[in-house]
Nanobody, 114 residues
Framework: QVQLVESGGGLVQAGGSLRLSCAAS????????MGWYRQAPGKQRELVAT???????NYADSVKGRFTISRDNAKNTVYLQMNSLKPEDTAVYYC????????WGQGTQVTVSS
């Protein structure tokens, strides 16, 4: 089992920044993918960004150039630095860990006011 603990969500004005963190603990495969997904009210959950244990990254087009995903393998923690936030970035952000099995965090609310 893998447990994921997210932090860093909150309320910010448009143009502002937030940094999300997700710490994984438990039975962690050394080869894995960690990522962030989001779900806005009335919409499907969508990919934001992912990063492999080897450092390869993938971003949704809507966040390219504004968001940066990174990880600290020693701490089994993934980060999402979100800059130039827009109201349409408002959503619940979920951390995902894929390594052997698939695990999801509980979600953290990000609200961007206009």
């Amino acid at each position: 089992q893998v447990q994921l603990v997210e932090s860093g969500g909150g309320l910010v004005q448009a143009g502002g920044s937030l940094r999300l963190s997700c710490a994984a603990s438990g039975s962690i495969f050394s080869i894995n993918v960690m990522g962030w997904y989001r779900q806005a009210p009335g919409k499907q959950r969508e990919l934001v960004a992912t990063i492999t244990s080897g450092g390869l990254t993938n971003y949704a087009d809507s966040v390219k150039g504004r968001f940066t995903i990174s990880r600290d393998n020693a701490k089994n923690t993934v980060y999402l630095q979100m800059n130039s936030l827009k109201p349409e970035d408002t959503a619940v952000y979920y951390c995902r860990f894929t390594g052997g099995k698939d695990y999801w965090g509980q979600g953290t609310q990000v609200t961007v006011s206009s």
